[in-house]
C-alpha cells in the first residue's frame, strides 16, 4: 500500500476519522469515541492501512491537546495541530457551495497533509517534565491575569464610593493583592465602618493576615488615612457597595492563593529541568519568567530550524509587506501571545539587570525613535537569539558576547 495520511475532525462527543492515500482517494472512515473502545478502533483502523511502527501513518488534527492527542503522541506517530482557520480556507478549494459535515473535514485534514505537510509542523517531541512544567507555568500565568483583572475590578469599585482606602495603600507594596490591604478592607468595607475602626482593631487585623514588623507604625498611618474625609455615597448605597466589595475581595483572595500555590509548584518543577540553569543565566529570567519561556519553547531541539523561526513564532521578528512602491515593517500579531507576554516582561526587567540590554533599549529609544513597547520588543529578539544559541550549544548566557560594546550595542 503507498503512502496513507489520517485526518481527525475532533468534536467534544465524538471524533471523525478518514484516511486517504497518496492520490486523494478515501480508503477508510469512521467515527470513534475518546474511549479505551474508540482508541483500539482507532489503531486497527490504521493498521489496516499499513501502518507500523517503522512507518506509522502521519494524523491531521484541529488541536495540540486532548486525551486522544496525548495518546497518539505516546505512539511516537507524526501529530500535526492544523489552525481550524486554516482548515476551512483548505475546505474552500474543494467545494463553493459552502458545505460542511464533521466527515469531509476529516478528509479535507487528511488532504492538507498530502499536499502541504512540508509546511505544517508536528507537535515537538518535549519530554514529560517540559509538558509538565508547561501545564504549571500556563496555569500560574492564567492565574496571575485572573489576579489582576480581580483586583482591577475591585479597585473600580472602590473608586465610586471609598477613595480613602485607595489613596492609603496606593503607594504600598502590591496595592490590592497585598495580605495588608485584605485584612483591613475586610473589617472596614465601607468609610462609615472605617470611621469606627480603632488603631487596636486595626493591629490585630494585620497581625492575622501575618504581618509581623512595623505594625505600630503601619497602624498608625492607616488609622490617619482611612479617616480622611471625602465625597460621600448615601448611606444604603454605600452598603451596597460595601457588600459588593467584600464579594470582589473573596474573588481576589482566592485568585492571590492560586497565583502563590501554583507558583510554587512551577518553579519547583523547573528547577528539575536540564535547561533550569541555561535559562536562568539570562538577565530578566528567574524561576516563573523562566519556566513560561521553556513551556513555549519546549525542549525539543529539532522544532526551531534556527534563531529566525523561534523570533517569528514569539513574534518578536518583525514582518515586511511590499506591493510595488508601496513597503511597510510592522510587528507581529499572529503569534505564541503567552510567549510574548513573558518575553515583554523578560525584557523589563533586564534593562535593569544588564548594561548591556539597558544600552541596546536606549539606543532603540532614542536613535531609532521606538516607542517602550517597540523598544522592549526589539530587545526581546536579540535575547531570543542569544537564548536559541545557549540551548543549542549548552552554554549559558555570556553579557560581553551578548553585548561585546554596551555603549555601541544596536539593533
Known sequence: MGKVFCGIDWAERHHDVALVDEHGKLIAKRRIHETLEGWQQLLDLLAAAGDSADAPIPVAIETPRGLLVAAMRATGRPVYAINPMAVARYRDRHTVARSKSDHADAVVLANVLRTDAHVHRALPADADLARAIAVLARAHQDATWRRTKASNELRSLLRE????????????????????????????????????????????????????????????????????QHLRQQPVVEDAMGTAALALLAALDTACTNVDQLGEACAAAFAQHPDYEIITSFPGLGDLTGARVLAELGDDRSRFIDARSVKAYAGSAPVTRASGRSISITHRRIKNDRLAAAGFVWAFIATNNSPGARAHYDRRRQDHGDRHAAALRNLFNRFLGCLHQCLTSGQTYNEAKAFPNPIEAAA
Open 161 to 228: 464610593y471609598y477613595p480613602a482606602f485607595l489613596d492609603a495603600f496606593t503607594n504600598r507594596k502590591d496595592f490590592l493583592a497585598s495580605t495588608d490591604a485584605h485584612a483591613v478592607l475586610a473589617i472596614a468595607p465601607t468609610p462609615a465602618t472605617a470611621a469606627k475602626l480603632t488603631k487596636t482593631g486595626i493591629a490585630a487585623a494585620l497581625r492575622r493576615s501575618g504581618r509581623k514588623r512595623r505594625i505600630d507604625n503601619l497602624t498608625t498611618e492607616l488609622h490617619a488615612a482611612l479617616r480622611v
